[in-house]
């Protein structure tokens, strides 16, 4: 109760560096747990997609699931740098 599952599709919602770092803000204000799914090389089944709170596109892109990681945790370190200030993120 109160988690939050995210799903990466490449039907989900795109956010910007800046837009993403809002998102997580209110993720971590809303719920105290947050959780994302990575599909295999098939993507995500019918039911994980529907399972899934929100819908999540990394890029337009067809990503390798493994190489999707290490983006994914780039891409939510650079949100969290933006939240703390931190000059990590330099746009």
């Known amino acids: 109760p109160g988690s939050l599952l995210l799903a990466l599709d490449e039907h989900g919602r795109q956010w910007s560096s800046l837009e993403l770092a809002g998102q997580l803000r209110t993720w971590l204000e809303r719920h105290p747990r947050v959780?994302?799914?990575?599909?295999?090389?098939?993507?995500?089944?019918?039911?994980?997609?529907?399972?899934?709170?929100?819908?999540?596109?990394?890029?337009k892109l067809t990503l390798p699931h493994?190489?999707?990681?290490?983006?994914?945790?780039?891409?939510?370190?650079?949100?969290?740098?933006?939240?703390q200030g931190h000059p990590y993120h330099r746009a």
Do not use: F, H, K, N
């Not at 999707?68 to 969290?80: D, F, N, P, T």
């Open 35 to 59: 959780a994302i799914l990575i599909g295999g090389p098939d993507g995500l089944s019918a039911a994980c997609r529907e399972r899934a709170d929100r819908l999540w596109s990394l890029s």
């Open 66 to 83: 493994g190489m999707v990681r290490v983006l994914l945790a780039e891409q939510l370190y650079r949100a969290w740098t933006i939240l």
